[in-house]
């Protein structure tokens, strides 16, 4: 597998951002998605053979100075400039913020206290490796009877990837896939022990549907959507859904889920047993 995690991402948001975004005209014929090499470098004031290698990984150290001028040619936003910092100062090795300590399956008494005032609506702690360390009586709910729950620990990235209900329970598998691989993805990933031996689990139960992820989806997920989930009893729902995630020392992520729409918000209501209102429909 690659570990060329900086180069990944590089080019991911090179192919992303259009010449337009970037203050160039799109001219015609493109063959290129997004920028070209030459174009990133002239606006970033290096070689293009510069950016090559570090989009193939043969130069995994670039100057602060030189990530300012690709993040601001590339237009990332404040939490992917946070990201391509952490990936270029991980190259550096010899360190790491989690410094092997174990993912945390503890929840401190106010995120305790905090799961119960979101009810009736369907929350999920998860730490580093997507287990589920504590949720609502609502997302039980709501994850129990699709699968979710089953295994111990329960984890959302063994299901994604190694329970054979997931393609059903969710319609747009391949979204919630790359998104599973981005959180495992998001810190240290691979010098993270315990997030590299789930990866290898992965690897051998999935084969390439993970394996081809690692290769291809930038370690960032996304800290906000909608996803549709197909429900046993209620059927298709669509839920926006919002990730805080908790301090440091926490290494847990909060996922809030509420109903995208009307219809949606009644099925909850009937699955959580609540007065008929007691979820509101957000947009997606």
Known sequence: ??????????????????????????????????????????????????????????????????????????????S??????????????????????????????????????????????????SDIVARTAAYERLAGPAGLLDGDPANLARFVFADERARTVYPDWDLVADEQVAALKQGPFRADPHVAALADELTVTAGAAFGGRVETVPGLPRSNGVTRLVHPEAGELRLAYEVLDLAADDDQRLVVHLPADEATAAALDRLTGRRPGALRAVSG
């Open 80 to 129: 992917e400039r946070v990201h391509l910092h952490r990936l270029g100062k991980g190259a550096e090795g010899g360190f790491t913020c989690m410094g092997g300590a174990s993912p945390v399956r503890t929840v401190r008494p106010t995120v305790r206290a905090l799961l119960a005032t979101l009810e009736p609506a369907p929350a999920v702690l998860l730490n580093r490796l």
């Open 1 to 78: 597998m690659s570990d060329n995690e900086l180069g990944l991402f590089l080019r991911s948001r090179r192919e992303g951002i259009t010449p337009g975004e970037a203050g160039l005209p799109a001219g015609p014929r493109r063959r290129t998605p997004g920028l070209r090499r030459a174009e990133l470098a002239t606006l970033a004031g290096v070689s293009v053979e510069y950016v090559t290698r570090l989009e193939q990984g043969r130069d995994r150290r670039p100057s602060a100075q030189v990530l300012a001028a690709l993040a601001a040619v590339l237009r990332l936003s404040m």
